[in-house]
């Protein structure tokens, strides 16, 4: 015997599901933000995107506190870029304003967002390999307090910007550090074979192209190692590699470089099984100014402000995503010639086609990301079946659950909710198959409000022309 057998397939498991979330008791319907699962489907269809507004309201907080709190224990401060491409609308712009964030934006789109939702263009970072012309001119206009710089041909676009606007520009350079972090590892390397950033080697020459151009005040550099990461030592062994070629960066300046900004990344739990390992807020806080501290120190200098951008870390719990079951098949692995003719003991899997699939949430099939369900509309006695939940894409990849245990009695009907969807789902989704694009409903105290519309597939044909 398994002790597959014993896991609950009911629990509501509030490492990966939304603080507050939990079965109703009476019938046992999911509620998140104290709104019942079954009444969002009613009341704003399926598939749904569900954001509980405190939840992320609180992660936000949490995180601002906890990175801020740590920096000045070192006797420095931090400031915390919300990284919007993990989810953006006007509304949780505002949120991430109001509760003392600063925001990442990567394109003019974000921007128009950010910019529409009141936040103060000075708590902007705009990004970006590849940032037009056009786009360098609306940042510059609307004051955004940094541009991150990517590549040289930038320096002189934007000291052009500058220059037409009539105004002064705060810059960052982005550099390769050659650190690339990985969710259990690193690699460090003397150059990075990827499009971000320009080589360190490169940052003395390019600081003094920068500081040639009277419009560009050069604050310092930025790294982002990578994303999804469990272990500090990237960012230790980045801080020292970034640090390291200051004293010289603040001779080429001719005063001291104010900033550090070592990007985002920090690593987030998709199922309960990465709960055990993943890291937490206040640790990685922690760690995090006692590197900076102690590069600083190796390289001689005052510790730098910095400054952090989660994204996942920020919106990625607070999101859930609810399906309707459409259709149920049994498959049995005994007879697939698999090396291992069972999974976790099951000698079959329920495949479970959902209501949205791949268009609504790419992770699985772009990075084999892992994601955790749970039946939403009851709970079940029936005994656990081993199962994967798919979607309704012509696409074989196109999996939402590639593993997981649910009640056998599944079945058409049941709304199932995904948990760990507020990151990285809107923002990458598509349309695929002419699939509408979901609402996304954020809930709080008892009820839930559309915060972005969802796409009508009248709003599909209204894109193609009709001779
Ligand atoms: C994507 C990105 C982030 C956020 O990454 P998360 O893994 O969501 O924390 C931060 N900074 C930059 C430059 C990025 O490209």
């Known amino acids: 015997m398994t002790d597959h057998r014993t896991r609950d397939v009911n629990a509501i498991d509030d490492r990966v599901f939304p603080r507050g979330a939990r079965r109703g008791s009476e019938c046992g319907v999911l509620k998140i933000g104290g709104v019942r699962a079954t009444e969002l489907v ?12 405190d939840a992320t309201r609180a992660t936000a907080r949490e995180i601002r506190d906890a990175l801020r709190g740590e920096a000045q224990r070192v006797g420095t401060d931090a400031t915390v870029y919300y990284a919007s491409k993990a989810f ?20 003019g789109g974000e921007l128009m967002v950010a910019l529409a939702a009141g936040v103060d263009p000075a708590k902007i970072g705009f990004h970006g390999n590849n940032k037009s012309e056009s786009e360098i001119a609306r940042a510059v206009e609307a004051g955004v307090g940094t541009i991150i710089i990517d590549s040289e041909i930038e320096v002189a676009r934007i000291a052009a910007a500058t220059a037409a606007a009539g105004k002064r520009q705060r810059v960052r350079l982005r550099v390769n550090s050659g650190v690339h ?22 940052a003395p020459a390019l600081v003094r192209e920068i500081v040639s151009h009277e ?13 999804q990461i469990f272990a500090t030592e990237g960012f230790r062994e ?4 970034l640090l390291g070629v200051y004293v010289e960066l603040a001779e080429i300046a001719g005063r001291q470089i104010p900033e550090l900004n070592l990007g985002g990344g920090f690593g987030i739990a998709y199922t309960p099984e990465q709960a055990a390992e993943a890291p937490n807020v206040a640790d990685i806080a922690r760690q995090l100014a006692d590197i900076v501290a102690e590069a600083s120190t190796e390289a001689g200098i005052a510790i730098p402000h910095l400054a ?54 790419a992770r699985p099939a772009l990075y084999g990301s892992d994601y955790h369900v749970r039946i939403a509309n009851r709970q079940s006695e029936a005994a656990p079946a081993l199962v994967r939940v798919v979607g309704k894409h012509c696409e074989s990849g196109d999996i939402v659950v ?4 649910l009640p056998a ?22 349309n695929y198959n002419f699939v509408p694009r979901p609402a996304v409903v954020a809930v709080r105290g008892g009820e839930g409000r559309v915060i972005v519309r969802g796409q009508t597939e009248a709003d599909l044909l209204a894109q193609s022309i009709v001779a």
């Open 409 to 430: 009695d599944v079945q058409p009907g049941d709304t199932l909710a995904v948990a760990v969807t507020g990151a990285y789902c809107w923002s990458l989704s598509s």
């Open 238 to 241: 980045s801080a020292r590699r």
């Open 402 to 405: 590639y593993r997981d245990e």
């Open 181 to 202: 972090a990985s969710t259990h590892d690193y690699l460090a390397t003397a150059h990075e074979d990827q499009k971000f950033g320009m080589p360190l080697t490169d």
């Open 308 to 361: 952090f951008e989660p994204g996942r870390a920020v919106v990625g719990q607070s999101g859930v995503t609810l399906y309707t079951v459409g259709t149920t098949k049994r498959v049995d692995l005994t007879g697939t010639g698999e090396a291992a003719p069972v999974d976790r003991g099951y000698t079959e899997r329920l495949y479970i086609s959902v209501d949205g699939g791949m268009s609504d949430n």
């Open 42 to 53: 009613e009341q704003f269809g399926s598939p749904l995107y569900v954001v509980d507004e």
């Open 215 to 227: 419009g560009l005040d050069f604050v310092g550099l930025h790294c982002h190692i990578g994303s």
């Open 88 to 107: 953006l609308s006007v509304q949780t712009a505002q949120w991430m304003a109001e509760e003392g964030l600063a925001i990442d934006v990567a394109s």
